[in-house]
């Protein structure tokens, strides 16, 4: 295990066209797709561009541009004369996303184990912890959320950002699939499984951490049940109560 630290530093925002009391483009689009992945907005939730717009003090062109920064991730759908909606992941779609994150997320973890750094064990044991509490707490929007930025940063420990930043978009796709047919209450696999990955990769157990890595997203998606939802056109101006 590598004892240098190092972080990747964040882009900073480049704040878009905006009204006076209105936010940036990307920090709107933030906003949005922290409620889709935290599930405060629902798989097949109608997004309308009026009301966002209105929520958020911006033009609807605006608005336009952060939704289809959304479709382009597959967080969003938009449909012709119906306009944005929460896409709502098929049972094929999600076999597909699991079969990625395998194939993807396994061949990342040798590369992983080399660069960690003691600082990047801590910070994911904190991770695991947190994620734990929030289970234990029954909020399951919190845990989701916590074990895809989980995933995501044993992503970036590999140091390839092309394939780090693919992850990052499959653990946001797995969230939809979790709201959609997970089961409340676990994310489908052990407690303690992050917890054993981090030890394996701390240890520089490459491999041993790849198959764990595979048999814990087998685990995942085995424990998906399909179950449907009615379409529902939330209140965007309670969701986004805080962001706006």
Known sequence: MAESTSSGQQQAATPGPKKAGGK??????????????????????????????????????????????????QLVTLTPRRGASVTRPSVDEAKD?????????????????????????????????????????????????????FHARL??????????????????????ILAVYGNPG??????????????????GEGGKASDFMERHLKSIEASLSIFDEPEETPDLRDIFAFDA
Not at 161 to 176: D, I
Not at 192 to 198: A, E, G, R, S, Y
């Open 24 to 73: 940036g483009l990307d920090a709107i689009y933030r906003s949005i797709s922290e409620a889709i992945i935290e599930h405060r907005l629902k798989p097949g939730a109608r997004l309308r561009e009026d009301a966002l717009a209105d929520v958020f003090g911006i033009s609807r062109t605006g608005i336009r541009k952060v939704l289809q920064r959304l479709a382009l991730e």
């Open 97 to 149: 996303v699991f079969e990625a994150r395998q194939m993807v997320e396994c061949a990342l973890m040798e590369a992983a184990a080399k660069r960690i750094t003691t600082a990047d064990v801590e910070e994911l044991r904190e991770m695991a912890r947190e994620e734990r509490k929030a289970l234990r707490s029954r909020e399951q929007r919190v845990a989701i959320k916590l074990s895809a930025t």
């Open 155 to 176: 992503a970036e420990i590999s140091g390839n950002r092309t394939l780090a930043e693919f992850v990052g978009q499959l653990c946001s796709r797995s969230s939809l």
């Open 186 to 203: 676990h994310l489908g696999c052990e407690s303690h499984d992050h917890d054993n990955l981090i030890e394996l990769l701390a240890a």
